[in-house]
């Protein structure tokens, strides 16, 4: 393919998929990457200065190939600028030609949402009403989206984020979308009557205690990035009867959620499944959790392959 007549993929295009066919193209991804019919490389990660940088590739069957570039700057807000940046590059399989070339930061946060949608479908209590989220960034923002879309029963958003003003726009935001929303002062309030739990934030400490948690509830952590570094604690590792992850040997190698209570003893892997294995090996996973469930995603460029095959093929071929 010419370089000039490579497809540009604009942020609007994104914004205006199907956001179940998403969730459901998303759930296909991880079961052929759970599987092993997926090519997918760990992803090469290195830091510059305090810059977290990602060069992620893959390709599923039948579709091409991905190769996004990305990285996080946690500066970047006090610049007015996105946290996250990046490009991805989609190619044909067979050929080799660069196809299209999309936006990295968008595809990115509907990938990461339409991935805990999958698992908030599987492990959420039945007709969740209560959610609440952590950290009120732009991955939250897309996240709010959604679970407006897939869950109808939500009506209630509680938030809390370390960052005031980031919680007077996030509170706006959701009150478009959900009848009741409260912007919480700290965090353990701001989970003990929830269904769904949303940590999407950039700390390096637990943001959630698990003595906070009551009843049956689905926990899903997004963010944080470093072996060190971690969003949930050991007390709810430890208290989940079941932890989901998008891949075993990416979040045990890249963040400290559960490798950190592994080390200590809290929990043994056995009691981690990948999504894609569940979602192929049992009809009803939540059944019998009472309690905590969790889901763990450090992100797999499948699903960046995923998306960008349908973007291909929505927006690039009329
Ligand atoms: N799992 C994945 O596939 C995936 C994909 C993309 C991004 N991420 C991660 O998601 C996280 C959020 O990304 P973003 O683009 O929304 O970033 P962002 O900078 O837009 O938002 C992060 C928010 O977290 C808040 N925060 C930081 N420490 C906090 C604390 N202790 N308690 C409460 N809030 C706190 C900040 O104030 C900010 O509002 C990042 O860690 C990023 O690495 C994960």
């Not at 759970?34 to 510059?48: C, I, Y």
């Not at 926990?219 to 570094?229: A, D, F, K, L, N």
Request: glycine share 6%.
């Amino acid at each position: 393919m010419p370089i000039d007549k490579i497809c540009i993929v604009t942020p609007g295009e994104i914004e205006n998929l199907d956001k179940k066919e998403l969730v459901d193209k998303i759930a296909e991804a991880y079961m052929l990457f759970s599987e092993g019919e997926a090519v997918n490389p760990p992803r090469q990660v290195f830091w510059v200065k305090e810059n977290w940088w990602g060069v992620m590739s893959a390709s599923l069957p039948e579709k091409g190939v991905s190769v996004k570039i990305v990285n996080i700057i946690p500066d970047n807000p006090t610049r007015g600028l996105p946290t996250i940046n990046g490009i991805v590059v989609y190619l044909d399989a067979e050929t080799g030609s660069p196809l299209a070339v999309i936006d990295a930061p968008v595809l990115t946060a509907y990938r990461t949402a339409a991935g805990s949608m999958v698992s908030s479908r599987l492990l959420s209590p039945p007709n969740p009403a209560v959610l609440s989220v952590i950290g009120t960034g732009y991955q939250a923002l897309i996240h709010l989206r959604f679970f407006k879309d897939i869950h109808l029963t939500l009506n209630t958003v509680k938030v809390y984020d370390v960052n005031k003003d980031r919680v007077n726009r996030f509170i706006m935001e959701a009150g478009k979308l959900f009848d009741r929303t409260e912007a919480v002062e700290d965090p353990c309030n701001a989970v003990k009557d929830a269904d769904i739990v949303l940590l999407a934030t950039t700390a390096k400490e637990p943001v959630i205690k698990g003595e906070c948690l009551f009843g049956a509830v689905h926990v899903i952590s997004i963010g944080v990035m470093g072996p060190e570094y971690r969003e949930l604690d050991d007390e709810t590792v430890r208290r989940a009867e079941l932890i989901a992850v998008d891949s075993m040997e990416g979040v045990m190698r890249e963040v400290g959620d559960l490798s950190i209570p592994e080390r200590k003893g809290l929990i043994s892997k056995e009691k981690i499944v990948e999504i894609g294995n569940l979602l192929v090996h049992s009809n009803a996973p939540r059944a019998g959790a009472n309690g905590i469930t969790v889901f763990k995603s450090v992100g797999i460029a499948v699903q960046d392959t995923a998306i960008s095959d349908l973007l291909y093929k929505t927006a690039c071929i009329k």
